[in-house]
């Protein structure tokens, strides 16, 4: 006789065993409708799940997560079944739940096209609508493998030998043909889905991600649960291939990429100015902050990766050499053991602490080639790295500090919307519980002063201390990961980090890890992607051009330029002997801000027309106004 109990608190009594299906009508008449999936006792579960016991339920709908994710989940196992409708002999591999879709993996001699997708995408509809229904079945291990192989299923009997002896075995069936190896949950019937999906794009895949075994065919898709969802998604991703940061790094003349050092920037002359503009922004918000910039080698002896513990963890990602005289070298994939031993430079006492330590540190790390992504993930990078020594007592006001300025710093450069992220100790780490209470309480401070909506990331921090993650919400509602805080006890420590304590005894200080853009590269591409290349003036790599109507207005022109390049102005004056209207489209197709177009009128009244990017309307000035105009516009945004 089971005891139902609701998230509300609300307890129901059964007399016999009950299923989801039952508790949905139980609860009320509309949610059968709209029910999908449940929890019971915290673990997701068919609506024809059997309950005996006592158990703690809630009815999962598609205003929830787990509810969408078992729509997407359906949603592959369809497209799976019509895949193999429509081309028998095509072997099913898996097909998992990912952001904002799914994807399945098919081995298949002919590739798909994207005629094949839209007949894919039919056949999915006419699945759905038949509203096929759902039957779960547990298989035996051997069963399960003689039956897979003799439907020359060879994946799936290759993934069924790899699970484990005591893990069941599930088999969904979708009708009264199709059927797939899942651990479920899922949908009571195929209508449960819904019609707002959309088959998005087909690439290569390594079956297990291995590149010494066979090459599959991977289709992606995605799935909301409205129409309406599913075309401001679409739309999103319509958007976001319109500032596609590579795309509009060509047509601004910022940036390539070539094969022969694959992962590292080539920056043109505009590209470096905007990544030199970032610094010397954030150099000045650290100075009033109280940071001393430093600079270490990027060369350092591998002993020292070894007593950091860097080399034991990170081995594999870094780019090594060896001397004639037979030492080892590592190119730095991070910039903290050097700080320390900067730190470690003179005797250190407690009035010296809170120090705060600045680096614009190049780091490189060997990344996949597979997922390098322009700007986005690189191998050779410049990180704002700060690493601040303190004292127990100092950590939570540090923090509060550090979040705060980190906020400034987003708020500048337009990003309103952030959030948090926040891990607390794992399983396994260094250090003793009261530092880690107090640094966890320090963090969890800090996040509650800025009142920012966060999460928590359960035993997810790092092994030598909690952490928190800044998460940036851009233009067209996408989420970045960019700053971060990490609190560390135990770097300092193994590097032999210590200061004099008010007592006279030699004390090992807290290391604060900061990093606010996390990598500057990266987080231009951000930029570029947020603002759609129309950057903030104050930020453009080139500001203003000067556009002569005709030859005979050239020397007008150059004295404008001069004029606003002695102000500090980045502009440029174009007297190339072609039509005005072709210079206007051409340099509002490499975003620059303002173009001032100067002619007979224009000299007479000492004035310039003003045209700003993205609008058709032009304004007449008098040109010293201009100058004071644009000078208040190239202030930094330091209050």
Same mark, same amino acid.
């Given at each position: 006789m089971p005891n139902i109990t609701l998230p509300d608190g609300k307890k129901l009594n059964f007399k016999n065993k009950i299923n989801g299906l039952e508790i949905a009508e139980k609860i009320s008449k509309s949610l059968i409708k709209h029910a999908l999936i449940m929890s019971v006792n915290g673990e997701l579960k068919d609506l024809s799940y059997s309950i005996q016991n006592d158990s703690s339920v809630k009815i999962i709908t598609h205003k929830d997560k787990e509810g969408l994710d078992v729509i997407r989940h359906d949603a592959a196992h369809i497209m799976a079944m019509a895949v193999q409708e429509l081309f028998p002999g095509t072997q099913v591999t898996i097909g998992p739940v990912i952001e904002n879709g799914f994807y399945y993996d098919f081995a298949r001699k002919e590739p798909f096209t994207s005629d094949d997708l839209e007949k894919i995408e039919k056949k999915m509809s006419e699945i759905i609508d038949k509203d096929v229904k759902t039957k779960r079945e547990v298989w035996e291990r051997d069963k399960a493998i003689s039956h897979f192989k003799k439907i020359g299923e060879k994946y799936k009997a290759e993934i069924i030998e790899s699970i484990p002896e005591n893990e069941e075995l599930s088999v969904y069936h979708h009708g009264d043909t199709w059927h797939d190896l899942c651990r479920g949950p899922h949908l009571t019937s195929s209508k449960k889905i819904g019609k707002a999906f959309k088959l998005t794009k087909v690439s290569g895949a390594y079956w297990r991600g291995d590149s010494n075994n066979e090459m599959l065919q991977r289709i992606y898709g995605t799935c909301w649960s409205s129409k309406k969802e599913l075309d401001d998604y679409l739309h999103r991703l319509e958007e976001a291939e319109k500032r596609d940061h590579r795309k509009l790094g060509k047509e601004m003349n910022l940036f390539h990429f070539r094969e022969e050092s694959p992962g590292a920037v080539f920056w043109h002359e505009k590209g470096w100015t905007l990544f030199q503009r970032l610094i010397e922004y954030m150099r000045l918000k650290q100075r009033y902050a109280g940071y001393r910039e430093i600079n270490t080698p990027e060369l350092l002896d591998k002993t020292l990766w070894e007593k950091s513990g860097h080399w034991d963890k990170f081995g594999d990602l870094m780019f090594t050499s060896e001397t004639p005289d037979e030492k080892v070298f590592a190119i730095k994939p991070m910039n903290c053991p050097g700080c320390v031993q900067v730190f470690n430079q003179g005797l250190k006492s407690y009035r010296d602490l809170p120090l705060k330590l600045s680096e614009f540190g190049k780091v490189h790390r060997y990344e996949p080639s597979g997922a390098l992504h322009g700007l986005l993930r690189v191998r050779a990078f410049t990180q704002d790295d700060a690493h601040i020594f303190c004292t127990e007592d100092q950590i939570t006001d540090e923090c509060i500090t550090v979040t705060?300025?980190?906020?400034?710093?987003?708020?500048?450069?337009?990003?309103?919307?952030?959030?948090?992220?926040?891990?607390?100790?794992?399983?396994?780490?260094?250090?003793? #519980?009261?530092?880690?209470? %107090?640094?966890?309480?320090?963090? $969890?401070?800090?996040?509650?002063?800025?009142? /920012? &909506?966060?999460? +928590?990331?359960?035993?997810?921090?790092?092994?030598?201390?909690?952490?928190?993650?800044?998460?940036?919400?851009?233009?067209?509602?996408?989420?970045?990961?960019?700053?971060?805080?990490?609190?560390?006890?135990?770097?300092?420590?193994?590097?032999?980090?210590?200061?004099? #304590?008010?007592?006279?005894? %030699?004390?090992?200080?807290?290391? $604060?890890?900061?990093?606010?853009?996390?990598? /500057? &590269?990266?987080? +231009?591409?951000?930029?570029?992607?947020?603002?759609?290349g129309k950057l903030p003036f104050w930020l453009s790599p080139l500001q203003a051009v000067v556009l002569p109507i005709a030859e005979e207005h050239n020397d007008y022109a150059k004295k404008i330029f001069e004029d606003l390049f002695k102000e500090g102005i980045k502009c440029e004056v174009d007297l190339r002997n072609q039509k005005i209207n072709y210079k206007i489209r051409e340099h509002s197709l490499a975003k620059t801000p303002l173009i001032l177009i100067c002619g007979k009128k224009e000299i007479s009244e000492k004035s310039v027309t003003m045209r700003k990017l993205g609008s058709e309307k032009q304004e007449k000035i008098k040109f010293t106004k201009a100058v004071e105009k644009l000078k208040m516009l190239n202030n930094l945004p330091i209050k």
């Open positions: 705060k300025l980190i906020l400034d710093i987003y708020k500048d450069l337009g990003f309103s919307k952030v959030f948090l992220k926040y891990s607390d100790r794992p399983e396994k780490r260094v250090g003793n #519980d009261d530092v880690w209470d %107090k640094s966890e309480k320090a963090l $969890l401070e800090a996040i509650k002063k800025t009142k /920012l &909506e966060y999460t +928590i990331n359960k035993g997810e921090g790092a092994f030598y201390g909690p952490k928190i993650e800044f998460v940036l919400r851009d233009a067209i509602g996408r989420d970045w990961q960019c700053g971060t805080l990490q609190v560390d006890l135990n770097l300092p420590k193994r590097l032999g980090a210590t200061f004099v #304590d008010k007592d006279g005894t %030699k004390k090992t200080p807290v290391m $604060l890890h900061r990093a606010l853009f996390g990598s /500057l &590269e990266r987080f +231009i591409g951000i930029l570029i992607e947020n603002y759609a």
